[in-house]
T-cell receptor, first 118, second 114 residues
Framework: NAGVMQNPRHLVRRRGQEARLRCSPM?????VYWYRQLPEEGLKFMVY????????ESGMPKERFSAEFPKEGPSILRIQQVVRGDSAAYFC????????????????FGEGSWLTVV | AQKVTQAQTEISVVEKEDVTLDCVYE???????LFWYKQPPSGELVFLIR??????QNEISGRYSWNFQKSTSSFNFTITASQVVDSAVYFC???????????FGKGNQVVVIP
């Protein structure tokens, strides 16, 4: 079974450019999450999406960041006009949505995309 | 609000020693899920275990074991007979039933010295 697939694994952008990070969830998973890992802050939730819907974006910066999960294709995290502070590892995760108490929601992560802004 | 505390930042052990990683959590929900993830030097996040709040049974998987104590809000992780391949950062995380957000602790850097 293929896991959560992220690309690119490493991305270098100059200040002011755009960064696009892609994520394909595990087969059968319809829920996607993005997390950011900054050196001094640890892993932080950014956004939770289902197909064509943003469910929870409470962790997204107000400007320059956007995410989508279209009906067809991977989820995209887009960062416009990148700044040095955007340099971080961005992790995508996916899960089944299962309200069954006995199984809950196990969230599986991809290998991460490392963004470096120069 | 959900919160996870991993007090020990870096732990060094000699190979074959046991190491225990502490995780203390805070939540107002009565139903929640606790997780441990491993982040080896290559950077990926590897799922290790999920525990439901209504299931306090401890679990053992090979050299890994977990001790869930609801009374002290702790979900500690022990690696028995550590090996160099266990060198990684280990994260404890909490998810409340009402949402799918994971709140992570700051992680424990485990260094196993051969």
């Amino acid at each position: 079974n293929a896991g959560v697939m992220q690309n690119p694994r490493h991305l270098v952008r100059r200040r002011g450019q755009e960064a696009r990070l892609r994520c394909s969830p595990m087969k059968g998973h319809s829920h996607v999450y993005w997390y950011r890992q900054l050196p001094e802050e640890g892993l932080k939730f950014m956004v939770y999406l289902q197909k064509e819907n943003i469910i929870d974006e409470s962790g997204m910066p107000k400007e320059r960041f956007s995410a989508e999960f279209p009906k067809e294709g991977p989820s995209i995290l887009r960062i416009q006009q990148v700044v040095r502070g955007d340099s971080a590892a961005y992790f995508c995760a996916s899960s089944l949505r299962d309200r069954d108490r006995s199984s809950g929601n196990t969230i599986y992560f991809g290998e991460g995309s490392w963004l470096t802004v120069v | 609000a959900q919160k996870v505390t991993q007090a020990q930042t870096e732990i060094s052990v000699v190979e074959k020693e046991d190491v225990t990683l502490d995780c203390v959590y805070e939540t107002r929900d009565t139903t929640y899920y606790l997780f441990w993830y491993k982040q080896p030097p290559s950077g990926e996040l590897v799922f290790l275990i999920r525990r439901n709040s209504f299931d306090e049974q401890n679990e053992i998987s090979g050299r890994y074991s977990w001790n869930f104590q609801k009374s002290t809000s702790s979900f500690n992780f022990t690696i028995t007979a550590s090996q160099v391949v266990d060198s990684a950062v280990y994260f404890c995380a909490l998810s409340e039933y009402g949402n799918n957000r994971l709140a992570f602790g700051k992680g424990n850097q485990v260094v196993v010295i051969p």
